[in-house]
């Protein structure tokens, strides 16, 4: 079965600081996608940035990018330029073709002025 | 376009009762996911369903079941609620059955709590 681990429960930053959040997976399975969602406090979730592991370049998305591990199972997420409205809960999350997410724990990130 | 939609917002119930949660798929999404948010257990996958099918189950008790109709609207029930059932229920829409490459979208959630 597959797992997800975010390390970090909780994390700040200082606005227009960079900050990188931890996501390690477990999966036997070669072809899958990564994702990391946020979930403001209004508790919408969307979409940051997706990884596809047949890819070796890294995912970016303005002012989020990621560092994708494959051998060593690590999917983490830099953000750069942090803003007040960075402020929300991430989450990495695992998928494949069964139809369903597999998610981390989450990350509180706070964004301080 | 309007977003995936879910009714109630939010609903609170007591121990015994069932509930039914309603979700509207984005238009012409035909694939429909849904999840538990708890602080405790975080965000578990409960069903998908594509065309009137449930393609996919993840692991709650019967209690939970859901269905989804020939416009792709899909609901979920609980019945014989517990208070552990109190939680945040997400759904999702994405455009094909679920494959995870197709973006899911989410909806703002119904938020039940069991008193």
């Known amino acids: 079965a597959q797992t997800v681990t975010q390390s970090q429960p909780e994390m700040s930053v200082q606005e227009a600081e960079t900050v990188t959040l931890s996501c390690t997976y477990d999966?036997?399975?070669?072809?899958?996608?990564l994702f990391w969602y946020k979930q403001p406090p209004s508790r919408q979730m969307i979409l940051v940035i997706r990884?596809?592991?047949?890819?070796?370049q890294n995912a970016t998305e303005n002012r989020f990018s990621v560092n994708f591990q494959k051998a060593a199972k690590s999917f983490s997420l830099k953000i750069s330029d942090s803003q007040l409205g960075d402020t929300a809960m991430y989450f990495c999350?695992?998928?494949?073709?069964?139809?369903?997410?597999?998610f981390g724990q989450g990350t509180t990130l706070q964004v301080k002025p | 376009k309007a977003g995936v939609t879910q009714t109630p917002r939010y609903l609170i119930k007591t121990r015994g009762q069932q509930v039914t949660l309603s979700c509207s798929p984005i238009?012409?999404?035909?694939?429909v996911s849904w999840y538990q948010q708890t602080p405790g257990q975080g965000l578990q996958f409960l069903f998908e369903?594509?065309?009137?099918?449930?393609?996919n189950k993840g692991n709650f008790p019967g209690r939970f079941s859901g269905r989804q109709f020939s416009n792709s609207r899909s609901e979920m029930n609980v019945s014989t609620l517990e208070l552990g059932d109190s939680a945040l229920y997400l759904c999702?829409?994405?455009?094909?059955?679920?494959?995870?490459?197709?973006?899911?979208?989410f909806g703002p959630g119904t938020r039940l709590t069991v008193l």
């Open positions: 999702a829409s994405s455009v094909d059955r679920g494959f995870s490459y197709n973006e899911q979208f």
């Open positions: 369903y594509f065309s009137e099918t449930q393609r």
């Open positions: 990884q596809e592991a047949y890819k070796q």
């Open positions: 238009s012409g999404h035909r694939s």
């Open positions: 999350a695992f998928g494949s073709n069964t139809g369903k997410l597999i």
């Open positions: 999966t036997s399975e070669n072809n899958y996608y």
